[in-house]
């Protein structure tokens, strides 16, 4: 019998592995919310969303492991700045 590597080293076999079929689900979920918000932007700001939503998913696929510190830090961060700028979109700022 084979034992599977704790990092598979990628993000989305590591959802897989450590949190099931829900997990998956719920993540493809979430990320298919993401895209749809994205569909609001105007041309150019949806260049930006969405270039910055494919550059943390290549990451996430070819990083070591999904739940390493700095990477967690780095989707906050993402988050946080795409929280912003949608805000300011709004005019809640």
Partial sequence: ???LSLHPHNGALQ???ELGMMGALL???LLFFI???GLKLSVVE???F???LISVLVI???SYGVWQSWWDEELWLFAGLM?????RREGAV
């Fill in 35 to 37: 895209t749809q918000d």
């Fill in 46 to 48: 949806q260049a930006g």
């Fill in 15 to 17: 959802i897989w592995v």
């Fill in 50 to 52: 969405y270039g910055g």
């Fill in 27 to 29: 993540g493809a979920g």
């Fill in 60 to 62: 996430a696929m070819l």
């Fill in 1 to 3: 019998m084979v034992a």
């Fill in 83 to 87: 929280y912003m700028v949608l805000r």
